[in-house]
């Protein structure tokens, strides 16, 4: 089953532009994850937040977290054509299992 | 970094063949694996917990006796999809856990995955 829901769905931007993509999950967590899907490959993890944190960055990205509004978003600054891929909140809840969210297509003009 | 490896890549078979996949972790030992399903342009479902040395844990609606899973060692599990038909075709994802540095606030380490249709 899936934890969470994701929006939007779809996003297409110019290259240069930020992308936010937005995580909703439903259950208690341990943590969140983000990974990103390149077409018929596996995933790629990009940034694990534990509960206890709010905020946080690697590279072009940027993640927060809001436990009282169970969400999370995920921020991809100055966007390449090459962050063309479908990005997935997970969530560890339940023990040891993964839990995805539905994703999000992102789609980045050159 | 850590790596999963996940053979084959794709295949085709005939409608009652039974298929075989494997994941395995290249550079380090996971007790737990995951198996997910993935439909085109929608998300992971979680199929089953592979386990080392023990029975698999399937999620709420996966056939067990259609979703065969072995985890012998600790570098290795195999989902065997048996008497596969044309519903079964799907993108397969298996994951791992290093046991080393895999607690609860690490990511998983994903296969490439495993496209598999039947005709």
């Known amino acids: 089953s899936q934890q969470g829901e994701e929006d939007p769905q779809a996003l297409s931007i110019q290259e240069g532009e930020n992308a936010t993509m937005n995580c909703s999950y439903k259950t208690s967590i341990n943590n969140l994850q983000w990974y990103r899907q390149n077409s018929g490959r596996g995933l790629v993890h990009l940034i694990l937040i534990r509960s206890n944190e709010r905020e946080k960055h690697s590279g072009r990205l940027r993640v927060t977290l809001d436990t009282s509004k169970k969400s999370s978003s995920l921020l991809i600054t100055a966007s390449r054509a090459a962050d063309t891929a479908s990005y997935f909140c997970?969530?560890?809840?339940?023990?040891?299992?993964?839990?995805f969210g539905a994703g999000t297509r992102l789609f980045v003009k050159a | 970094g850590a790596v999963v490896s996940q053979h084959p890549s794709w295949v085709i078979c005939k409608s009652g063949t039974s298929v075989k996949i494997e994941c395995r972790s290249l550079?380090?030992?996971?007790?737990?694996m995951f198996w997910y399903r993935q439909f085109p342009k929608q998300s992971l479902m979680l199929m089953a917990t592979s386990n080392e040395g023990s029975k698999a844990t399937y999620e709420q609606g996966v056939e067990k006796d259609k979703f065969l899973i072995n985890h012998a060692s600790l570098t290795l599990s195999t989902l065997t999809v048996t008497s596969a038909h044309p519903e079964d075709s799907s993108f397969y994802i298996c994951?791992?856990?290093?046991?080393?540095?895999?607690?609860?606030?690490?990511?998983?380490?994903f296969g490439d995955g495993t496209r598999l249709s039947i005709l």
């Open positions: 994951s791992a856990r290093d046991d080393k540095t895999g607690g609860y606030n690490q990511p998983q380490h």
């Open positions: 550079d380090f030992q996971a007790t737990t």
């Open positions: 997970a969530t560890d809840a339940r023990g040891f299992k993964t839990i």
